[in-house]
């Protein structure tokens, strides 16, 4: 078994005798026991290796155990101790429980008692250590410039950090202001390739007869104004990252070549005759329907296949829960320090408008909405009165309890109770439970981006569960079909 084995138990005790009747007690158990005598044995040991559980006799003859204890305190090891104490000093067992002990014996105790101890121990170890692994990858508040905890969010820092060590491209779509580029230099930051350039050019920014010069650069001459040679981004970002955002906006004629650097890795220059070959990642990103944009013959369906490697969906701002208040508290922190204001808080009217706005802008509307309330105000707390009349008008509509899930919501004016008695109208406006649940798992199992056992995860189903209504959704259709 390895030293470092989850299950490696460290018994620090200068009595052989004792030690062996302890090993005794736990002969058959899944441990494995190491013995040191001393103190200094001990201190040698855990530079060698981290054990899970140190069992811990406090009278050493070279040392207190309580040092033991408290080198382990300091070097922050993930090790539980156990103290062994004799009956006469429960004294010292509550002090060595003050110095970070887990847990104590008093002497004499049976096997049954050591073993159910030990056992206790490791199976705190282990809740706390999936309890750290959770908070660390699926309950993250924020990653790498991203600001939320969201589970459409967790679902993309997944996918962020495990496309980041690929070199694969990625192709990230979501609304204007939903944060492209926040997640292109999440995932450049993120990948071997960080400490490289991050180049990004705006397909929709720059007029297409630049276009080409802006991506492969000039030599030259090349053209009227073209006083000397100059790079291109994609020299620019030689062992970095090139980021080509809002891609669908690029010139067909365009696309055509930027196949070929894709595929090639090479490219010419305007009006030079080199070819120069660099090594770059792509990362694209738009905010229309891609395939659409394919069907309707404004982009090529080659390059389409070619970028759209790793899909990234970036979710609207109103579909992500509470992330709209962590954003806003972060935000309305930095404006206030930037421009000198006392704002540190919302007041609850002014946190209720901004929950039930649909920010059709995303974070980049929220950020534009905090900028100006600090520029134009200054108090402890942003009150309603201070919000845009956009916000104050939507909130008055939007201020009736909305219809629970699966339920459409009712015309205007809203029908009274009973008031609905055509039953064509009913099946318009209450939708069946199967169909609810039939889309809430498959946007769960898109959103963690087709891994059934993370959606489960999130879903608190079983996997099977998911299996089996997909297998029933499929023989359905089937049938339907055949009929």
């Known amino acids: ?30 441990y494995d026991i190491r013995h040191a005598e001393t103190g200094a044995e001990a201190l040698a040991a855990l530079n060698e290796y981290t054990p899970q559980v140190v069992l811990l006799d406090l009278k050493l003859p070279d040392c207190d155990g309580l040092d033991i204890l408290r080198e382990i305190s300091t070097r922050r090891l993930p090790t539980a101790v156990i103290v062994i104490t004799a009956h006469g000093s429960l004294d010292t067992a509550v002090q060595a429980m003050r110095a970070g002990a887990s847990d ?12 159910v101890t030990l056992r206790n121990m490791l199976e705190r170890n282990e809740l706390a250590r999936v309890v750290k692994t959770y908070k660390e990858t699926i309950d993250r508040h924020g990653f790498a410039g991203f600001i939320g905890s969201s589970l459409a969010m967790q679902a993309v820092y997944r996918i962020v950090e495990s496309a980041a060590a690929s070199d694969a491209t990625v192709f990230i779509t979501g609304g204007s202001g939903t944060g492209k580029e926040v997640c292109a230099q999440a995932i450049h930051r993120s990948s071997p390739r960080g400490r490289g350039p991050f180049i990004a050019i705006n397909c929709a920014a720059i007029p297409k007869d630049l276009m080409e010069s802006e991506v492969f650069g000039h030599v030259k001459g090349a053209f009227t104004g073209a006083l000397s040679d100059r790079p291109g981004a994609a020299r620019l970002a030689h062992g970095g990252t090139l980021f080509l955002d809002e891609i669908c906006e690029m010139d067909p004629l365009l696309q055509g070549k930027l196949l070929r650097f894709v595929q090639t890795g090479s490219f010419t220059a305007v009006g030079g005759s080199k070819v120069e ?6 990362v694209c990103a738009t905010n229309r329907d891609p395939l659409n944009e394919v069907r309707e013959g404004r982009f090529r369906e080659d390059l389409y296949y070619r970028l759209h490697v790793i899909p990234i969906v970036l979710p609207p701002l109103r579909e992500r829960g509470d992330d709209v208040m962590e954003i806003a508290r972060y935000l309305l922190g930095v404006y206030a320090a930037e421009e000198g204001k006392r704002f540190s808080r919302f ?10 706005y649909g920010w059709p802008g ?99 189903i079983g996997p099977a569960t998911i299996y089996r209504k997909r297998s029933q959704r499929q023989q359905a259709t089937e049938l339907g079909s055949d009929g």
């Open 347 to 356: 007041a609850p009217e002014a946190e209720q408008i901004i929950r039930q």
């Open 362 to 460: 995303n974070v980049r509307q929220l950020q534009n909405v905090l900028r100006n309330i600090v520029v134009l105000y200054d108090d402890e707390a942003v009150t309603a009165d201070m919000m845009p009349g956009t916000l104050m008008a939507v909130n008055q509509q939007t201020s009736a309890p909305s219809a629970p899930a699966g339920v459409a919501e009712s015309p205007t004016p809203p029908y009274e109770e009973g008031e609905v008695k055509d039953m064509g109208r009913l099946a318009e406006l209450i939708r069946p439970l199967e169909e609810v649940e039939w889309e809430t798992i498959e946007n769960a199992v898109s959103l963690c981006g087709g891994d059934v056992r993370k959606a489960a995860v999130f879903l608190g």
């Open 277 to 282: 070959t660099v090594d770059v990642r792509f």
């Open 1 to 30: 078994m390895s030293s470092d084995s989850l299950n490696t138990v460290l018994l620090v005790e200068d009595t052989v005798a004792l030690a062996r009747t302890y090993r005794g007690f736990l002969r058959g158990e899944p």
């Open 104 to 115: 104590f014996l008093v002497k004499p105790f049976n096997k049954e008692r050591l073993r």
